[in-house]
């Protein structure tokens, strides 16, 4: 994707979005969750979380084709030589820090919080905290005492300015949109691949696939069902993956798009939440199927939002897509509904679109989103 960052550097220079006299920052960048499940990084190509890694490449790509002086750390124990350490308790211990920025995650603040000693105070309105779901004010202030839906949790408690906390998708009115970038359309003067009635499965581990038998069945009276997926073993598979699915196994990214270029219906299975996949499935021309979630998604009710420090309710699997782009590119259907999920999928079949990719996701927005916050956006 280099080629695409420097022409998008070029063009974002040329109309004058960088200013002439760039202010060139020192910028930390510590990878607190990839410090302690280092395995993640190693697994990058195999299935592992890939959204999150997304969303620190082009954080980091992003910031250094800007100019910025950047180190970057993934270990535990040696990023801490990086930085002074306060000597006194309260805040009248001034110095000036060696970083002007630091990102990290939450994983990455706690560390920094129990090792950084006796406190944090010199870094923390320079500190920016990716965070995917987003934080809502209650669960930020640590000392907050009111009532909680669902309680408190481990993560938050930052006490630092909301908009410090930068999010995957523009969800939150209280933190800051960072995004990620999307693989870009084929360009009109090529002529694309001929679409098949081809569905693809958006479930990179068999394990999601799980209880859609029936979801499955009804779209392979129409669509020729494939999957990119990996399992633990033969018996995951046969246990959750109907036998019609052609497997592709984990594909890199040019097999991915080749393979998404002449796929009909990309199908969501419900999980993951509000990864990328949907938006560069979307961006090669294919239909988005997403999950419609009745009654929506929270962390009262369903596990996997009980420890996020959010009372966000996700209204289906990519509240995004479903919002902001909809018909004819997304259809948003309750997937337990067999009947409503033959009627679109008919209708999906019917209707013709071309590949559309949001200002937001390009190259160009996300250098336009990473200047705006380094250039002129401090906190207090």
């Known amino acids: 994707m280099w080629p695409r960052w420097v022409a998008a550097a070029k063009q974002f220079t040329t109309e004058g979005s960088l200013r002439s006299k760039h202010h060139v920052k020192k910028i930390f960048i510590f990878l607190g969750t990839y410090a302690y499940r280092p395995m993640w990084l190693d697994m990058a190509f195999t299935g592992a979380p890939l959204g999150e890694m997304v969303q620190w490449s082009d954080l980091i790509a992003a910031l250094y ?89 481990a993560w938050a408690r930052a006490d630092i300015n909301l908009r410090q906390i930068m999010t995957m998708f523009p969800h939150s009115p ?5 995004g990620f970038v999307v693989g870009e359309p084929i360009p009109e003067e090529v002529k694309p691949l001929k679409k098949k009635p081809i569905g693809l499965v958006y479930g990179k581990e068999a394990s999601f696939w799980r209880g859609k038998r029936e979801y499955l069945d009804t779209l392979h009276k129409h669509l020729e069902i494939h999957g990119t997926f990996s399992a633990m073993s033969e018996a995951e598979i046969k246990e959750n993956i109907p036998e019609y699915v052609i497997s592709h196994g984990i594909l890199s990214k040019p097999d991915l798009e080749k393979l998404l270029q002449e796929t009909k219906v990309f199908i969501g299975l419900g999980f993951p939440y509000e990864g990328p996949a949907p938006l560069e499935a979307i961006a090669q021309g294919c239909i988005f199927l997403n999950a419609k979630f009745d009654p929506p998604h929270n962390r009262l009710n369903t596990g996997f939002f009980k420890l996020k420090p959010t009372l966000r309710n996700l209204t289906s699997q990519n509240p995004y897509a479903e919002v902001f782009i909809g018909k004819p590119h997304v259809f948003t259907v309750d997937i337990s509904n067999l009947s409503h999920v033959e009627e679109a999928v008919k ?15 390009t190259h160009k927005g996300m250098l336009e989103r990473v200047n705006a916050f380094t250039e002129y956006y401090v906190s207090t």
């Open 65 to 153: 084709i800007l100019g910025h002086d950047v180190t970057i750390s993934v270990n535990s124990t040696t990023y801490q030589s990086y930085m002074s350490t306060p000597k006194f308790r309260g805040c009248a211990d001034i110095f000036e820090p060696e970083f002007d920025l630091i990102y990290t995650d939450y994983n990455g603040f706690t560390n920094m919080f129990r090792h950084i000693t006796p406190n944090l105070s010199p870094y923390r309105c320079r500190i920016r905290i990716l965070d995917s779901f987003g934080t809502d004010a209650q669960f930020n202030y640590g000392a907050y005492k009111g009532g909680i839906p669902g309680e408190k949790t």
């Open 174 to 178: 209280d933190n800051l949109f960072l």
């Open 347 to 361: 209708e999906m079949l019917r209707t013709e679109v071309k590949p559309y990719l949001p200002r937001e996701w």
